[in-house]
Each structure stands twice: as C-alpha cells, then as structure tokens.
T-cell receptor
Framework: GEDVEQSLFLSVREGDSSVINCTYT??????LYWYKQEPGAGLQLLTY?????DMKQDQRLTVLLNKKDKHLSLRIADTQTGDSAIYFC???????????FGAGTRLFVKA | DSGVTQTPKHLITATGQRVTLRCSPR?????VYWYQQSLDQGLQFLIH???????AKGNILERFSAQQFPDLHSELNLSSLELGDSALYFC??????????????FGPGTRLTVL
C-alpha cells in the first residue's frame, strides 16, 4: 500500500542549512506537502509542490522533488531556533481522498 | 489560529469508557478529517467526511466511529477505551474533496488520556 517514510531526528546548528528527506510510494500523487508542527500545536501547512515540478523555492525554504526515485526533500536555509519543530511530509493518495503523512522529522536547532 | 475548533482540549477517562470528541471545521470547508497522533505510531489518518458522507477510511478501529452533521461539524466516538488509545486526536478541514490541491487546516487537538 501507500507509504511515506522520513528519518525521525535531525540536529543542526543555528545558521546552518537543514535538509529533511522523505520517500513516498504513490507515484500518481498530484501534490506533495510539507507540514510543520510546533510544540503543543496542530499541524500547519509549510509549503507544497505540484508533481510536475522539480523544485520550488519560497524564501528560506526549497523543496526538491525527484519523481524517478520518489524522493522529496525540504531545505531550510539559515536555520533558526524558531524552526525547531516536527516536519511532516504528506501525499494525497490516488483518488484524492486520503492524505498520507510520514512519521515526522523532529528538527533540533542548537544555538 | 487555523479556524478549526476542537473540544475538549483535554480528556481523562478510564479504560472501558466511551468518549466523544467534537470538531467544527473552518467556515465554508466541507471536508473533515480525523487523525490520531501517538508517540509510537506517529500521525495516523482515521477517517474523512465530505459534506456529511464518509469518503475514506484509514486505520480506524471498529471501536471508533465518526459522523459529520448537516451543519458540517463532526464527532469522533471512541468506545471500550484501552490504555493504548491515549493520544492526541486532531481534526482537520479543507475546502475540496478531490484529487487536487488540498490544504488541510488542523485544529489544536484533543489530548485523550486513558487511565
């Protein structure tokens, strides 16, 4: 069945770049999403990419999509302590009714 | 503030009991999704309703049920509760229910503790 996999933890120093990786299985997904969950809060959409794009840039965020390898990544430039959170990769299942989330990558930013 | 409200914020109950979690979607959103987040299972999709009809089921136990009412609010019913049901339960809403851009807006969650 469909699945989304992410590494569970990432630790970086303030000012460095963070790269969070994700692999997915449903190659017909139309959109792929990155959500952010701050402590004690619900998830919030951070950015998304349409499946016919290779890259999307939004200020400090860069999303790269490799459809051949079914690999998605989120790069955060100049990572700040406020970026400490859990980041979820998500895809919409074929047919569009079910969103599948990865387990989430917990990003720790050291000052 | 996402515009999605969930009540209650916290719920503490005993094994074997039944509880109801409530969600009000953003104004204008027809789709409601329920998720369970636990430390060992991550974020699990439970069920999706669109305009009162069930549209998709995920890893939802038979002891759990949900419904969406004509005013579009939704309730998640959890019965015969077990210790392992302790988790954060999120509701999310979105405008559309189709294979297209589908940003989901999440509520703050209900933290359920089963003792």
């Amino acid at each position: 069945g469909e699945d989304v996999e992410q590494s569970l933890f990432l630790s970086v120093r303030e000012g460095d770049s963070s790269v969070i990786n994700c692999t997915y299985t449903d190659s017909s997904s139309t959109y792929l999403y990155w959500y952010k969950q701050e402590p004690g809060a619900g998830l919030q959409l951070l950015t998304y990419i349409f499946s016919n794009m290779d890259m999307k840039q939004d200020q400090r965020l860069t999303v790269l999509l490799n459809k051949k390898d079914k690999h998605l990544s989120l790069r955060i430039a100049d990572t700040q302590t406020g970026d400490s959170a859990i980041y979820f990769c998500a895809e919409i299942e074929t047919g569009g009714f079910k969103t599948i989330f990865g387990a989430g990558t917990r990003l720790f930013v050291k000052a | 503030d996402s515009g999605v409200t969930q009540t209650p914020k916290h719920l503490i109950t005993a094994t074997g009991q039944r509880v109801t979690l409530r969600c009000s979607p953003r104004s204008g959103d027809l789709s409601v999704y329920w998720y369970q987040q636990s430390l060992d299972q991550g974020l699990q999709f439970l069920i999706h309703y669109y305009n009162g009809e069930e549209r998709a089921k995920g890893n939802i136990l038979e002891r759990f049920s949900a419904q969406q009412f004509p005013d579009l609010h939704s309730e998640l019913n959890l019965s015969s509760l077990e210790l392992g049901d302790s988790a954060l339960y999120f509701c999310a809403s979105s405008v559309v229910s189709a294979s297209s851009y589908n940003e989901q807006f999440f509520g703050p969650g209900t933290r359920l503790t089963v003792l």
